[in-house]
């Protein structure tokens, strides 16, 4: 059995996306593998991705989750179906179709705690796995420079971040550029000790050398061998230095 489980997050709202994301990025299990908007941008994903739990948005224009749960819930191989919406009422219809899970917005970091755990349980899972089967992929990142193919190891890259329409990183042996979306970068390197500061940065846990407090509950961050110093948004802050601190 795979040691992550392959997550979904449908919500027509670009922040509730973010929020739950973030939100969820402190489970070394969860790997988040595609976004939806709508009802029926998530049944096409999920057909396409076949995740192991999709996230799922209540209200939502055209088809709501309810419908698109139902769905779901025929497919060949149907995903286990968490909640996620400001609106109680929807929780008794919800569970008609073997919602796993009804989360009330804006999410509380103990019941969210509580959903993974019980989506743990039912895919026969635990947060040990991962250090007890196998420990971390081997594979490499290519990135093509002037013609060529590098392929850097993951371990050495010391951050990542998203300028215009390029992704630059940052590692060790080099700057390299690509054109891949900083969100996709994510997804394929979330079983590493990467980690979003900021909208438009990843960071390597391992090479942060120091927190320093900056404005308005913001803070920057020291980076091993670099100069310069990279900014963490308030809103990532307390879930980083949870993350840094055994």
Request: proline share 4%.
């Amino acid at each position: 059995m795979e040691s992550y489980i392959k997550t979904l997050i449908v919500d027509d709202e670009l922040y509730s996306r973010d929020e739950l994301k973030f939100l969820l990025q402190s489970y070394p299990n969860i790997q988040i593998i595609g976004e939806a908007e709508s009802g029926e941008s998530a049944i096409m994903k999920a057909i396409q991705l076949q995740p192991d739990v999709v996230f799922l948005d209540v209200e939502m224009p055209r088809m709501s989750g309810i419908e698109a749960a139902k769905a779901l819930n025929e497919l060949k191989k149907p995903p286990l179906v968490v909640f996620a919406t400001a609106y109680p009422q929807f929780a008794v219809e919800a569970f008609r179709y073997d919602a796993i899970d009804y989360l009330l917005k804006p999410f509380d970091e103990n019941q969210l705690k509580e959903t993974v755990e019980r989506i743990e349980r039912k895919l026969g899972m635990t947060l040990q796995s991962q250090d007890q089967g196998g420990g971390k992929p081997t594979g490499k990142l290519a990135v093509e420079s002037e013609g060529e193919i590098f392929y850097l190891d993951p371990s050495e890259i010391l951050y990542i971040f998203r300028d215009d329409k390029v992704t630059k990183i940052i590692a060790k042996s080099g700057e390299y550029e690509m054109k891949t979306p900083l969100k996709d970068l994510e997804s394929r390197l979330s079983m590493y000790d990467f980690f979003r500061i900021h909208k438009g940065y990843l960071v390597n846990l391992k090479y942060i050398t120091k927190l320093t407090p900056w404005f308005n509950g913001a803070y920057q961050l020291k980076i091993e061998g670099r100069k310069e110093l990279l900014s963490v948004s308030r809103n990532y802050v307390k879930a980083l230095r949870k993350k840094l601190e055994i």
